[in-house]
């Protein structure tokens, strides 16, 4: 990982510690774009919601245990590189 990449991820940081979770898993799937954030592991929501913009919150007894971004890619600008 090279000096670009690690600043990108660092101005992150302040972002990630805004989010009331402290455990924070996120995959993204490039065939399908779509970025997976969970923030219980393992978790097991038994109710979801698709809001409008194509953001599906999942649930595990009331409380908010993942969030799945449809169309990641195309939120905001996103600069792609590979090393």
Do not use: C
Request: glycine residues 6%.
């Amino acid at each position: 990982m090279g000096a670009a990449e690690v600043e990108k991820i660092s101005e992150l940081v302040p972002h990630f510690l805004g989010i009331p979770h402290k455990r924070i898993w996120v995959d993204y799937d490039e065939e399908a774009d779509v970025l997976y954030v969970s923030f219980k592991k393992p978790s097991h929501a038994d109710d979801s919601e698709l809001t409008e913009d194509d953001v599906i919150v999942r649930r595990e007894k009331g409380e908010v245990v993942g969030m799945t971004f449809l169309n990641a890619s195309k939120r905001g600008s996103v600069v792609k590189s590979r090393a």
